[in-house]
């Protein structure tokens, strides 16, 4: 019954791989701006901490579980019991409803690559207006995200080595490299000290529970977890890697990358005199602004850095077509261009209904926002922490301890000193936090309706687990 599947062609490609779907819009887009509007320095350091203790021990949770059944997400969680497969079919719901407006901003990033070629950097004045107007438009958003879409599309049909490997081994290092650029640019700009204080100095006023939810689910998000990427991509992997060691390259990678976009956004976003709380345009509006001031040279760099941000967010956006293009294949035994035919479809009518809701349809609401926010406060800050609690009792208490501790230690042959240390973390420490955090998050919140219809949701997915393919 299980049929072959495809390793990864080498570590490097799987490293890549991965570390190419946790960097995304989540770390160069997202994080900047939540920094920005949830009061900076404070905000960073909860982050960081979330990455490094929960979000490492969940990624290697993922790893595991992965590739102990060899499974995508959600045949992964039917193998260890029909009553975990929502969890799975949750994952898959995630990745759609990411999908829903992630190729939206990844189209934004797309437009900004030929944006560099029509005047934009001849009036940093009107940068932010440009953006305004752009993001609002009832047509040219739309075609850039259906181009977007598309190369998504091209990628993911021809299956997971061919594509996914190639893309992140060749563009990874070149986006890293933009960065480390644009950061010592932005640093070395006269007023620049007063964004390094807001990235480092924290202001622990600002710190309450919706912060920390808010920092809780970028961690999710940021390293592709809580909804069955990690899982995926951990059943492809050979059974002589080491998983910890590449959740934890995987992990610091993305959290540095994450850092350095913030090196590279706020000094000069106030050197500049740019709102660090402008919100989600902060990324659109920072670096024209930095390349338009920059002479000659400007150009080119504006020209390199949104083609290597588009292609992170592609990295990523192709991680998450694959979840919902493997449960397709694997749960309904569709061919992969049955299943892509039909995820494009559904992505391409929630991505336009993403897009217009930040335009002509800012009024149409539900549950009291509007569709792009809908879908993200859905997916970050209710099925992606709650999904990867529920992962952790999954592998925590669903799962043999003598299989696990296998799985991670490929039968023995390597060392895992902190073997005890993880466990405890997946068993008790990551459920009770991620609990304590989502509540006071609920409480705090000025989204509870959503939130609160997104948990019953849930409950409602957990009483038909076993019915679900
Ligand atoms: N981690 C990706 C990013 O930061 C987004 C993502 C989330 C990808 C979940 C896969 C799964 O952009």
Redesign the pocket.
């Known amino acids: 019954m299980s049929h072959e599947r495809e390793n990864w062609g080498s570590r490097f490609g799987f490293i890549m791989a991965a570390a190419g779907?946790?960097?995304?819009?989540?770390?160069i887009w997202r994080f900047p701006y939540l920094t920005g509007t949830s009061g900076g320095g404070a905000f960073i350091l909860v982050y960081v901490l979330f990455a490094l203790f929960v979000g490492l021990s969940v990624m290697l949770a993922e790893f595991t579980l992965g590739r102990y059944t060899a499974k995508a997400a959600t045949g992964a969680y039917k193998q260890v019991s029909r009553q975990w497969t929502f969890v799975g079919f949750m994952g898959v719901l995630t990745?759609l409803f990411?999908m829903g407006f992630y190729p939206v901003v990844g189209g934004w990033a797309t437009a900004y690559i030929f944006k560099g070629f029509t005047g934009l950097l001849q009036h940093p004045e009107a940068v932010e207006d440009v953006f305004g107007a752009f993001i609002s438009d009832p047509v040219q958003p739309l075609i850039w995200m259906v181009i977007y879409l598309a190369l998504n599309i091209a990628i993911v049909i021809k299956g997971i080595s061919g594509g996914i490997e190639k893309a992140g081994k060749v563009l990874m290092p070149t986006l890293f490299l933009l960065l480390v650029i644009i950061a010592i640019r932005g640093l070395t700009l006269p007023g620049a000290s007063a964004g390094v204080s807001f990235l480092f100095k924290p202001d622990f006023s600002k710190l309450d529970g919706s912060v920390a939810l808010a920092a809780l689910g970028q961690a999710f998000?940021?390293?592709?977890l809580g909804?069955g990427?990690m899982i995926t991509y951990g059943s492809f992997l050979a059974k002589t890697e080491d998983l910890k060691g590449n959740a934890l390259i995987v992990t610091i990678m993305d959290t540095c990358i994450a850092l350095l976009a913030g090196l590279a956004m706020f000094p000069a976003a106030f050197a500049y005199g740019v709102d660090p709380a402008a919100g989600p345009g902060l990324i659109f509006v920072v670096m024209p602004t930095v390349f338009a001031n920059m002479g000659g040279l400007g150009q080119v760099f504006h020209v390199l850095f949104f083609i290597a941000f588009t292609v992170a967010a592609l990295t990523?956006s192709i991680?998450?077509m694959e979840v919902v293009v493997d449960y397709f294949i694997e749960q309904h035994h569709k061919t992969r261009k049955q299943a892509v035919l039909y995820t494009s479809i559904i992505m391409v009518i929630m991505c336009v209904l993403a897009s217009l809701s930040l335009g002509v349809m800012a009024d149409f609401h539900i549950l009291g926002v509007g569709v792009f926010d809908f879908l993200d406060i859905l997916t970050d800050k209710v099925y992606m922490a709650i999904g990867g609690m529920l992962l952790c009792l999954c592998v925590g208490w669903s799962v043999k301890k003598e299989d696990i501790y296998n799985e991670v230690t490929n039968n023995g042959e390597l060392k895992f000193g902190l073997f005890g240390l993880w466990y405890g973390l997946i068993r008790f420490v990551n459920p009770i936090l991620i609990a304590i955090v989502s509540v006071s998050g609920l409480i705090a919140n000025e989204n509870r309706a959503l939130m609160i219809a997104g948990l019953a949701s849930i409950g409602v997915m957990a009483i038909f687990s076993k019915k679900m393919s």
């Open positions: 779907s946790a960097v995304g819009l989540g770390n990745a990411i998000f940021s390293l592709s909804m990427c990523s991680s998450l």
